[in-house]
């Protein structure tokens, strides 16, 4: 059975990722994106079946948040060589961006797991959207949680082998983690590719449609 986010019309769920996330970018508030983030959840939890799924994949995000937080604290200190306000300055500075990305997260996620790609395509073309617009929105917003996927898998592969979270407090480590993502990443780039071409997407004359089963 469908869940009342499934039943949505695609429209207004895309009409509803694209202001919520211009506002999540446009406000620098805590508290303000604080209750955008907590009002996100909430709507996962209500409207959809799939908040588990999108629970997992957030926490994996998260565990890159500490090393965003270090980035905002020195970068704080080396403008003003002093630990103090640049530990706070930081602290804020790296509150504000985690909150913004935890919320474009959720919402992409949303979306994502409510919506056949076909029927977003169906949409945006009723909208007039050129062909290649379309194609290319999908495929970014399908995209994204396929990398964090990917960048979970990676991760857990790596500690089987005996990484340790630790270690990357070290940038040099990263190697064990970053070059299979990238690798993994470019293959899926290139087999969408291909699957894009074989179905005719980039013919002029005949480009391929999609249509209803």
């Known amino acids: 059975m469908k869940s009342l986010a499934e039943k949505a019309p695609p429209g207004l769920k895309l009409v509803f990722l694209f202001a919520s996330v211009a506002a999540a ?7 303000l994106l604080a209750a955008m983030n907590a009002a996100m959840v909430i709507v996962c939890v209500v409207f959809s079946d799939t908040f588990r799924e999108i629970l997992s994949v957030v926490r994996r995000v998260a565990l890159g948040f500490p090393f965003l937080i270090l980035i905002f604290v020195i970068s704080e200190w080396v403008a003003m060589r002093d630990w103090p306000a640049a530990a706070a300055a930081g602290l804020e500075g790296a509150a504000v961006f985690i909150l913004k990305i935890h919320f474009v997260i959720w919402a992409n996620l949303f979306l994502v797991n ?7 395509v169906h949409t945006l073309r009723k909208l007039r959207a050129p062909r290649e617009l379309c194609i290319m929105i999908v495929i970014i917003l399908r995209f994204f949680p396929v990398m964090l996927k990917e960048a979970a898998a ?5 500690r089987a082998r005996g990484f340790k979270f630790r270690r990357m ?8 983690l970053a070059v299979p993502l990238v690798v993994n990443v470019m293959k899926k780039s290139q087999d969408l590719a291909i699957t894009l071409e074989l179905k005719g997407m980039f013919d002029a004359e005949q480009p391929g449609t999609v249509r209803d089963v």
């Open 169 to 176: 407090l070290n940038p040099s480590n990263w190697l064990p």
């Open 114 to 120: 409510t919506t056949e790609p076909r029927d977003m």
């Open 25 to 31: 970018l446009y406000f620098n508030n805590l508290i």
């Open 154 to 158: 990676v991760y857990q592969a790596q």
